[in-house]
């Protein structure tokens, strides 16, 4: 299987996966000639959605940008790597209804571990298709360096921990765990802020 | 990342958020042996869904349109445009709430005031991608006239203007709301019709 | 705009509606314990929705196939066609709708009906757009024979006409133009297994 | 029609069906303020949908690796291998109604064998699309064996069977007909998982 047909699949799942968070967010039912007041008041009710839809959306679009990073430094494909993203897209499809969940019970200690505890899955299942490229399978292009690579392996473990971490700590403080959520893919994505800051373009038209 | 795969999966997201604006007009469930009155007058009640429909449906391939033509005039893509990008699909796949609340609750001055700010923020969000890779990021084929490229960096502030204008306007007035509405993508589309019919074709099997 | 994204961004789009058809099949909710009887009853009281999907399923591939055949004949877009094919969607996207509405009223005279303008409607914006491109707007490749062009415009305006035949007839006999809504698709598929089976190849590796 | 846009549409669909898995899964609506043993209760109940999402995800990513593998042994594409193939997408977008009717009755024997025979239709429309490009329309690259082709064309008359032996079973032993359910594309997953830890690589860049 050629490169690009696994990105192109990945990436449909991805997209996918996020354009349906907006579904579990269901639409009040609130009867003909309701006053402003009372839609007012719905819409503001649906704030906690409103705030898991942003983070489940941060969520999908920071792994969506490390995949594509990733695949770009792949050399080759096997069938081991194949089933490992295969994993993995398993837990990112699986994301809506953890963010339905919590978006319909904020605050909920155990729906906000339920939610970590998926993205620690899928944060596993990234690190695991890293690690086996990297270090069994050989499948990276051999003229990165090495040492970076596995620098990379190690980084990526860090995103099924802090997962970890912020389910654990949801079960006694559920809104801190949010802010952990939202940390964590934050933290990449102003990382490659930094990046385009510098002036380092990421493609051009003959890329 | 190479300026095809931005496109591809935002292509993908307004795509699929186009066509789940469907799923939010909920069947009628008027039981077995209906009659042909009542079932009639259940479609005439859900005249002002589709009407929504054809808005957002209206309003989000003005945005593809727009999007594709952007990312034409490009010449690299950096880390924030790509997280600019992110940001503007995050409205986009938002639609179909906004487009459900007000096809459930028509003429309600706050739905439609809400179904108005998300479009705001879209436009917003699409004018912050322009006025970046315009004006900061360098980011536009050298060879485009630069005052053009100041001009429609212009002309695109005025989306969100325009929507925040319609957004005020539906507290009073909802329905003429929802012509403001329809007509800023209107704007866009009937003024690339008249491209179209000056016969200036937009490309070719070699393009 | 380049042939080959109106063609990406239309399959999307179609292949999308096909997909979404299976939601509008409600998962009948007999609670825990249900006994088979009581299953296979709720199964077999599917059926009608079972016809429905194979119907729009049908549709929707037939409809794929022709905008495949006529973009491949395409020699350049325009903006005009650019809109008249986003027109044309507008319909397609809306076909999981009255899917669902008939599927939940089987032999309803009016759901058939409506069905069938929904279908109309998309085959006269199919038409429209052919009609443009070959007769207005020159866009049809020079090499292809000008009398076998207008040819296909005519015979692709029989689509809206037998489809509003249908939705005529079904105020009277629903189960019967059914029958008239499969078999549009089907003489279609089956003129074209016609040239499949002449061993006409559609395409090869080069191609 | 050139087979990257039969593989596209069908990656597409098949991607589209798998994703959609998960909105089966219905949100359970506790209220507000809901405790932690209720709402740990509420996730533990949906253990079966959650099995049977992982089932289909399954069924679906190696039906979508084996159809990669089948187009790419394709040579030409015909009229009757685009119906073929369009029968086949038909039933892989029907798998998230049978998944959500087994998860919401998981156990129920009449269920399981629904489930059972939906997979049958799609592994014997799978087999159909082998058999005629193999044995009738003479549509495989003709550097490959055929005696291969031909044994490849009997290995996958074994899914339908399979699936029908499981749907049988599932009337009698629901449980176990799901471990047949789920050893099946196991089988085929673990078979291509043989192959990668042969190092035979699946592509390259220049691939």
Redesign the interface.
């Known amino acids: ?3 690009n ?1 696994l ?3 990945s ?3 991805i ?11 269901h ?4 009867g ?1 000639g ?1 006053d ?1 007041g009372i ?2 008041k719905a ?1 503001v009710a649906l704030l906690p959605n409103f705030a898991v ?2 983070i489940s ?1 941060l969520v999908c ?1 920071v792994w ?2 490390s995949h ?1 990073t990733f695949i770009h430094d792949l ?9 490992a993203n ?1 994993f993995f ?2 837990f990112i ?2 994301i ?2 953890p963010t ?2 919590l978006g ?2 904020p605050g ?4 906000t571990a ?1 939610y970590g505890l998926v993205c620690m899955l899928a944060g596993f299942a990234f690190w695991l298709m890293r690690w086996y490229a990297t270090l069994r ?1 050989g ?1 990276m292009k051999p003229e990165i360096d090495k040492t970076l690579l596995r620098h990379r392996v190690r980084i990526s473990f860090l995103s099924p921990i802090l997962y970890l971490a912020g389910a654990a700590i949801s ?1 006694l403080y559920p809104i801190f765990a949010l802010y952990i959520y939202t940390a964590i893919p934050a933290y990449f ?1 102003f990382r ?6 510098s ?7 003959s ?1």
Chains 1, 2, 3, 4 share one sequence.
């Open positions: 299987m050629p490169k047909r990105e192109a699949f990436d449909g799942i997209a996918f996966a996020i354009t349906l968070l907006i579904l579990e967010i639409i009040p039912e609130l003909p309701v402003n839609m007012l819409i839809y942003v959306f679009t969506w940008v594509h050399h080759s494909v096997d069938h081991v790597l194949l089933w295969n897209l398993m499809a699986f809506p209804f339905g969940l319909h019970h909920n200690p155990v729906a339920f399978g499948l079960l994505a490659t802020l930094g990046y385009g800051s002036k380092q373009t990421l493609g051009n038209p890329d």
